[in-house]
Structures are given as C-alpha cells and as structure tokens.
C-alpha cells in the first residue's frame, strides 16, 4: 500500500470503510481521536489548560471527541468552535452531545487563547477545498500568536492536503497527527514546516482499497 495518500484517495478509503465493510464512521472518529489522546498523554505536554479549536465538520468532530478523552485522562480542556455552525456535519453533531454529559462546553469567545498551555488544531482536516478567511483566518492568526505547543488533528488547518501550499493561512503545529497513512500535502512545499513532526496513527481502522 502506498504510504502517501490524497484527500481524494482518504475519502475513498474512509467511504469504502464504512460504507462497504460497514465499520461506523463514529467508530473510525474514536479511533483517530484515541491516536490524538495517546499521542499527546505519551508526550511532553502541559495538560493544565488545554484548548481544542474546532471547525463544524469531522475534523472538528474529532477535536470534541479529544476534548472529551483528555478530560477523562484528567487534563483541564476547553472547547472553543469556530465557523458556521449551520454547516455542523452529523458525527460533529453527534460528539458536541456527547461532550454536553462530561460538561465540556463549547464557547466562541476567543479570548480563551492566549492562556492556553496547549491547543489543538481540529478546524479543518482534509476537506480543506478553498482559502481560509474571515473568523477561520482570524482564529488562526491567533493560534500561530499565542506560545503555546500546537498539536492539529489530521493535517495542520490551512495546509492543501495534496500540495502542500498555505491556504491564505495555516495554523504552524508543533507536531500533527495524521490519520491512517501520511498525507502528501504534508511532505512538499509548506506541509512540513507547519506539520511539524508528523505522528503516523496507522492503526485507526481506515481500510484502504487499492482499485483505484
Ligand atoms: N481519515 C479517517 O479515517 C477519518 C477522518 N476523519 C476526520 O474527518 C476530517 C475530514 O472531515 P470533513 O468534514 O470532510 O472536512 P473538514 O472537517 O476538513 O472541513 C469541514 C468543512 O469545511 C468546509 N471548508 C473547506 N474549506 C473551507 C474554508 N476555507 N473556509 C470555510 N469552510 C471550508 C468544507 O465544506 C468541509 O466539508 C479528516 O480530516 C479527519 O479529521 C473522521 O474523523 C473519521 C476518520
Ligand atoms: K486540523
């Protein structure tokens, strides 16, 4: 199997995994969201106030789904949505209730930020498909701002996942945990300066179909 992958080809092995072999998409989001958890327990992170950005679609439904297991694991965690709350996708949906019964709730005030000891970029993975602007842009402005480590969920929020190039802006990670295989986007032009060191979770459930 090849080791770098497209946005195109990730969503055709994330779609034949749960439309064909049937595994929940809510299934492969704790399982990407339990890669992000053990990466960050296993690494040299200050958990005393931790913030998890989170845009409205299955990125940002992985970042509730995070704010949730390290508040389990014992970690002050904060929830701050950014974008258009009408586009709320289902698993995202799905994951704000689920964090409404461990108390985590979701704010929009920013000010948040700049105490953070450490962020997590969940506002937009792979399904980034045109330039970041207006409160995206602004969040991310702020994020690159505060000196705090920087953890992104799947690929760093701005970053083209097959080009690599900077979006207009693109959160700059202190590492990145990428889901089932390494993206190309994250190996050429920009990818690895805002990537940072790329995490591999490789183990997540992803079942990846070579007919294409
Ligand atoms: N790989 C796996 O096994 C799994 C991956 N998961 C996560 O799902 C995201 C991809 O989620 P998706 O909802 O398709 O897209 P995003 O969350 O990246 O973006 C949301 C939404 O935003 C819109 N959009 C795109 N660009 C912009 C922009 N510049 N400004 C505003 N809005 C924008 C667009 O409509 C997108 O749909 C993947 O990265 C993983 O984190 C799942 O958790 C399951 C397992
Ligand atoms: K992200």
């Given at each position: 199997?090849?080791?770098?992958?497209?946005?195109?080809?990730?969503?055709?092995?994330?779609?034949?995994?749960?439309?064909?072999?049937?595994?929940?998409?809510?299934?492969?989001?704790?399982?990407?969201?339990?890669?992000?958890?053990?990466?960050?327990?296993?690494?040299?992170?200050?958990?005393?106030?931790?913030?998890?950005?989170?845009?409205?679609?299955?990125?940002?439904?992985?970042?509730?789904?995070?704010?949730?297991?390290?508040?389990?694991?014992?970690?002050?965690?904060?929830?701050?949505?950014?974008?258009?709350s009408e586009h709320e996708s289902t698993e995202h949906a799905a994951q704000r209730k689920i964090c409404?019964?461990?108390?985590?709730?979701?704010?929009?005030?920013?000010?948040?930020?700049?105490?953070?000891?450490?962020?997590?970029?969940?506002?937009?993975?792979?399904?980034?498909?045109?330039?970041?602007?207006?409160?995206?842009?602004?969040?991310?402005?702020?994020?690159?701002?505060?000196?705090?480590?920087?953890?992104?969920?799947?690929?760093?929020?701005?970053?083209?996942?097959?080009?690599?190039?900077?979006?207009?802006?693109?959160?700059?990670?202190?590492?990145?945990?990428?889901?089932?295989?390494?993206?190309?986007?994250?190996?050429?032009?920009?990818?690895?300066?805002?990537?940072?060191?790329?995490?591999?979770?490789?183990?997540?459930?992803?079942?990846?179909?070579?007919?294409?």
């Open positions: 199997m090849k080791h770098l992958v497209t946005a195109e080809q990730m969503k055709h092995f994330d779609s034949y995994t749960i439309n064909t072999i049937k595994i929940p998409s809510m299934v492969l989001m704790e399982r990407a969201s339990l890669a992000v958890r053990d990466f960050i327990l296993s690494g040299n992170f200050d958990l005393t106030n931790v913030i998890v950005v989170a845009g409205y679609g299955n990125n940002g439904g992985d970042g509730l789904c995070v704010a949730r297991l390290l508040k389990i694991a014992g970690a002050t965690v904060r929830v701050v949505s950014v974008g258009n409404q019964y461990y108390h985590i709730d979701l704010q929009t005030a920013t000010e948040a930020l700049a105490d953070a000891t450490l962020i997590v970029d969940a506002i937009f993975g792979i399904g980034i498909d045109r330039p970041i602007a207006g409160p995206q842009e602004q969040i991310i402005n702020a994020i690159n701002a505060v000196n705090a480590k920087i953890v992104a969920v799947d690929v760093p929020s701005g970053i083209n996942t097959d080009t690599g190039e900077v979006m207009n802006v693109a959160v700059k990670a202190t590492a990145t945990v990428t889901f089932a295989f390494n993206k190309v986007g994250l190996t050429v032009a920009a990818g690895p300066t805002y990537a940072g060191q790329v995490e591999v979770a490789a183990d997540m459930g992803t079942y990846a179909v070579d007919d294409n």
